[in-house]
C-alpha cells in the first residue's frame, strides 16, 4: 500500500478538482491521481518514513533496460518543469513513484508501452528534512 501524507493529500485534491474543473493538460491522468488517493493510507507528514517517495521529492530510480539511473523530482503542475526534471503529478511516472518505498519496482502506461522502473533512492525529502531541524 501507497503511503501519503495528510499534507499531500490535500493539495492533491486541489489539483485533481483543478484539472478536471479547468481542462488542464494531463486531465487523463486526473483518473489516476484520484485512484491514488483512494487507495493510499495517509500518515502526519511527521510519520511518513524517510523512505518514501513524497511530493516535492527528488528520487533516483533505474528503469528496466537501461544502465544508468535516472533523477527527477515530483512536482505540482504548476511547478514542473520537464527541462529541470521536475515531473508533475499528472504524469502516469509521476503517479508511479509517489508513496512508494526505496527499494519499490513501480510499473505505469506511456505512449510506447508499459514501462517499469525500480526506485534507487531518495536523495530529497521535504518530511525528512523538517524532522531533521
Same mark, same amino acid.
Given at each position: 500500500? &501507497?503511503?501519503?501524507?495528510? =499534507?499531500?493529500? @490535500?493539495?492533491?485534491?486541489?489539483?485533481?478538482?483543478? /484539472? *478536471?474543473?479547468?481542462?488542464?493538460?494531463?486531465?487523463?491522468?486526473?483518473?489516476?491521481?484520484?485512484?491514488?488517493?483512494?487507495?493510499?493510507?495517509?500518515?502526519?507528514?511527521?510519520?511518513?518514513?524517510?523512505?518514501?517517495?513524497?511530493?516535492?521529492? &527528488?528520487?533516483?530510480?533505474? =528503469?528496466?533496460? @537501461?544502465?544508468?539511473?535516472?533523477?527527477?523530482?515530483? /512536482? *505540482?503542475?504548476?511547478?514542473?518543469?520537464?527541462?529541470?526534471?521536475?515531473?508533475?503529478?499528472?504524469?502516469?511516472?509521476?503517479?508511479?513513484?509517489?508513496?512508494?518505498?526505496?527499494?519499490?519496482?513501480?510499473?505505469?502506461?506511456?505512449?510506447?508501452? &508499459?514501462?517499469?522502473?525500480?526506485?534507487?533512492?531518495?536523495?530529497?525529502?521535504?518530511?525528512?528534512?523538517? /524532522?531533521?531541524?
Amino acid at each position: 500500500m &501507497k503511503i501519503l501524507s495528510l =499534507l499531500d493529500k @490535500e493539495r492533491l485534491h486541489e489539483v485533481s478538482d483543478s /484539472a *478536471f474543473l479547468n481542462d488542464t493538460p494531463g486531465r487523463g491522468s486526473v483518473k489516476g491521481l484520484n485512484r491514488l488517493l483512494n487507495e493510499a493510507e495517509f500518515k502526519d507528514p511527521a510519520d511518513v518514513p524517510d523512505d518514501v517517495v513524497t511530493m516535492n521529492s &527528488k528520487v533516483r530510480l533505474r =528503469l528496466k533496460g @537501461e544502465n544508468e539511473d535516472r533523477e527527477f523530482t515530483l /512536482a *505540482f503542475p504548476d511547478e514542473s518543469n520537464y527541462e529541470e526534471d521536475r515531473f508533475s503529478i499528472l504524469t502516469p511516472i509521476a503517479q508511479a513513484v509517489l508513496g512508494s518505498k526505496v527499494g519499490d519496482t513501480v510499473e505505469w502506461e506511456a505512449p510506447r508501452g &508499459k514501462c517499469r522502473a525500480t526506485i534507487k533512492a531518495i536523495i530529497y525529502q521535504p518530511e525528512a528534512e523538517r /524532522a531533521k531541524r
